[in-house]
């Protein structure tokens, strides 16, 4: 902080033992305090290694503070490792190593000697990665049992792994290029994982529920985005840790690559892909699920509008010979909704009340702002007389398209920015492209309760007339 240096290294090979425990855990908080809570402006900016995201928050520039050590360390080596940081260790650690990880760099390298056979070494314990949601691990030898267990986001290459590898995974990127034990993927339901299996014995380790296999040597189009991750990931590993067997992967990579397997989760599939979905559910469920999101939809404008204390869709009014476009769209929505809930209001109150009158404005905004039970149920039949003319086909691939607009939101809003997304970003894309192929030109939430609006509109204004 005082020289203003852009890096920094630490550690200088020292020695860890098992009373070690937690390793660059304080000091990983330590920079996220101070970073953003501490410093002032001016010693901030005097920091070369201070990178600040579009939130505002600071952090630091990869391999800013670099850590090495050696030896055996204990418990959680690199708990909540993150940004700017990156621990090297020659040795072994215990267990729960990455433990919270959300960013930086984790290193662990064979310190030599130990069994000859690369399956018996084995240099960190079980639960790495435990709730991990950013950053990177590379392990030169085997891990224990629940490798990257409840892994939310980081990106790690490992050269073996015991029981349970990927259980209960929730996104990020696995690769294990040595053997494996039972329960592989128990319970995974998002992220990618990858093996290198020669033997082709994998399925018979698998969580066969949870998820399901494919070669990265396949000529499909994810077969290729996996190809693609596996190479990355591998070149990664060799970069961070010289490792003999990735190297060997890499010089013969024309025929290996053929014993790479992907896995992914089922529920995955069976929560995004249009496909899927339509094996899964009935018409009826198709319908209800879309008209409700429809509704909902709708009714989250006003209430972000409202607790922003701002106004709906800024105030915009029709243009002068708008019709077809988006803006107006949204506006006949919007009168849509305001319309319903003013009908309701008016039913509640004396007779006569003219809808200006400061008592429906707040029950409209009441009924809004609770999603009232009626106004709700109205709104999604007036949702669903805009999709029933649909086939199960374009239902399955609209819900399926809803769902991916709903994921792609859930990872903008991750308060974690240091996860690679190997494939992830591929998956979405190939999604949206399957979505389309079945529906043409994809109408969004908007234009499709537009549709349904413009009768009912039409009819009232021909009463006003």
Known sequence: VEQGNPDVALGNGIVLNNRNKSVGGQLAIDIERMLNHELSVAQLQAMPAVMTDDRGRRYLAPESVKISTTGSAGQSFGAFCNDGMQLAHYGTCNDGVGKGQCGGELIVMSPGGGAQDGDGNVLIGNFALFGATGGRLFVQGQAGDRFAVRNSGA????????????????????????????????????GFAYQYDPYGSLASHAAGDSVRFGSIADQDEMAQVHKQAVLTMLNWHL??????????????????????????PRSLLLYQDGGEILKARSRKDLLEE??????????????????????????????????????????????????????????????????????????????????????????????????????????????????????????????????????????IMYQDACNREVLGRLPDFEELFARAALPEIAAAVGKLS
């Not at 015991?162 to 995974?188: P, R, S, V």
């Not at 988006?326 to 919007?334: G, I, K, R």
């Open 155 to 190: 990106t790690a290459v490992v050269e073996g792994v015991g029981d349970f590898c990927c259980e209960y995974m929730t996104n990020g990127a696995i690769l294990n290029l040595g053997t494996f034990g039972k329960g592989f993927g128990n319970g995974m339901s998002g």
């Open 239 to 264: 970069e961070a840790t010289q490792s003999p067997r990735a190297a060997w992967l890499l010089e013969n990579w024309e025929t290996e690559c053929h014993h790479f397997v992907y896995v992914m």
């Open 290 to 427: 879309l008209s409700t999101a429809l509704a909902g939809h709708q009714v989250a404008k006003f209430k972000a509008a409202w607790r922003q204390g701002k106004t709906i869709a800024n105030g915009a009014v029709p243009a002068y010979g708008a019709t077809d476009t988006q803006e107006m769209f949204v506006l006949l929505n919007n009168y849509t909704v305001l319309s319903f809930a003013q009908q309701l209001a008016l039913a509640k109150l004396p007779k006569g009340t003219p809808v200006e009158d400061a008592a429906v404005e707040k029950a409209v905004r009441n009924l809004l702002m609770t999603e009232d039970f009626s106004l709700i149920s109205k709104l999604q039949r007036h949702a669903r007389s805009a999709i029933e003319s649909y086939s199960d086909d374009e239902l399955a691939s609209l819900i399926g398209t809803k769902r991916m607009s709903d994921y792609k939101a859930a990872l903008t809003q991750r308060n974690i920015r240091s996860m690679d997304s190997l494939a992830t970003y591929g998956w």
